[in-house]
């Protein structure tokens, strides 16, 4: 009994290493792909919703540069990761040539499910579009908040403020 426990014991350890070193050269295999894959997602996310009509996307340090068929800009999107109620909220602001949102994307959320991740739908985000430096991002006030979710709202109102104010300090 004790000799088939030793077996067993012994069989599943060599069972585990060999899944264990199959998972770890899948990993390794995988990585860039992965991460290349990660990137394309980004810049179509930017292109449809964040900076449209754009061509091509131009990537710099702090931002990414929307560009038509013969290389001129159109518009400018930032990537910004405001507090939330829940943590992060990574997303993504187009703003056009004259200063103004384009569009707002969020890439990743987790707010508490059915009030903050409602943060990511379209009817909520598109309050944004047209607004500028100098517009009011209150939630409750200058923005219609998401019932029950006021600091999700507010964080999101942030990161669009942010993104605008980037946008004022420098670009190409």
Known sequence: MIKDMIKLSIFLMIACAISAA???ITYVATRGRIEMQKKIE?????????ISGSCSIEEKKDRFIGLDNKGNPMGYAYRVSPQGYDGAIDMIVGIDLNGRVAGVKILSIHETPGLGMRASEASFL?????????SPLKAKKDIDAISGAT????A??????QALIMFRNGHD
């Open 151 to 154: 600091i999700t709202s507010q």
């Open 126 to 134: 598109k309050q944004f579009t047209g607004k500028t430096v100098a």
């Open 156 to 161: 999101v109102s942030d990161g669009v403020k």
């Open 22 to 24: 199959v998972l770890s």
């Open 42 to 50: 980004l810049n179509l996310a930017l292109a449809k919703e964040c």
